[in-house]
């Protein structure tokens, strides 16, 4: 049966996008499914209500997540860790056919700088590790989505100024011990261009 004919109300499109989400957030497991369901969601469940899409609604509370990350990266960091961790698997997952063109989605891609910035203004060790397992998961199709960007020139301005500050961030006296050493190695990782051939 089709899911379109299937569903009808408002409220449920919004609870499918809610459970989605903070199961994606609080449930490492969950996170690369979830973010495959969502692409099958997007793909397959088009109907709008309200003048909504179930994409559109997840996007909607993505964006109210992605507000709190300065209050979240100190009363709630590992909700913070949580949503960029599944950002970073959703920007990988979710494509949008754009005219004729199948894309990623750029606001999330547009995101991940921002949300490990403000990990890095409190550089415990388990933000660090998020840091470094986020931009592992997506660092190099990050690169790639910039290049392409019109008017880039297949430079990539954002991603290099988060990269020079995690490079200086990997220097600091502070640190605990092996954070520097992490924080070190992912910059060789994107300067070898993430171990792939140069593109």
């Known amino acids: 049966q089709d899911l379109n004919s299937v569903i009808q109300e408002y409220s ?23 973010a495959r369901l969502c692409d099958y969601l997007s793909l397959h469940l088009t109907m709008i209500i309200e003048g909504a899409t179930v994409r559109q609604i997840l996007m909607q509370k993505c964006n109210r997540e992605f507000k709190l990350r300065e209050s979240l990266v100190e009363e709630n960091p590992e909700r913070l860790r949580g949503f960029t961790v599944f950002l970073a698997e959703l920007f990988q997952q979710l494509e949008i056919q754009v005219g004729a063109v199948v894309q990623r989605v750029q606001v999330l891609g547009n995101a991940i700088p921002d949300l490990i910035l403000t ?19 997506c660092g190099s199709v990050l690169d790639e989505e910039e290049r392409s960007k019109p008017g880039n020139n297949g430079a990539t301005p954002v991603l290099d100024k988060t990269f020079n500050f995690l490079s200086e961030l990997s220097k600091e006296t502070g640190l605990e011990p092996g954070l520097g050493d992490m924080l070190d190695n992912l910059v060789k990782l994107r300067n070898a261009n993430w171990g792939h051939s140069p593109p």
Do not use: M
């Open 119 to 137: 990990l890095a203004s409190k550089p415990v060790k388990e933000n660090v590790k998020c840091i470094v397992q986020t931009l592992k998961c």
């Open 12 to 34: 449920t499109l919004e609870n499918l996008a809610e459970i989605i989400l903070e199961n994606g957030i609080n449930e490492s497991n969950f996170r690369y499914t979830g």
